[in-house]
């Protein structure tokens, strides 16, 4: 257990980012399935929308530390194949 005050604050302060990391790549995942989804229903339109939304989510995951650069990169270059594939 904790016993400096420094000890104490890092127990807390570690809660809280967890929890806001926890929320930000359980966003990332809830838009990636909406590419996908529109991806299993051949809807380009809604397929291209929804990449657009994942896009900036990606990047600011990678600015945050939430994600690996290039794991961001991948999964972007994948969805954008799979939606440039449904022409």
Do not use: C, W, Y
Request: proline fraction near 2%; avoid cysteine; charge should be positive.
């Amino acid at each position: 257990m904790a016993n400096t005050p420094q000890a104490k604050k890092r127990i807390r302060r570690n809660a809280r980012r967890a929890e806001i990391n926890g929320a930000r790549i359980s966003r990332i995942r809830t838009l990636v399935k909406k590419v996908e989804a529109a991806l299993a229903a051949g809807d380009k339109a809604v397929a291209t929308t929804a990449l657009q939304a994942v896009q900036p989510e990606l990047a600011r995951g990678v600015a945050r530390g939430v994600l690996h650069k290039n794991t961001a990169a991948r999964k972007f270059g994948r969805l954008t194949k799979r939606v440039g594939a449904l022409g």
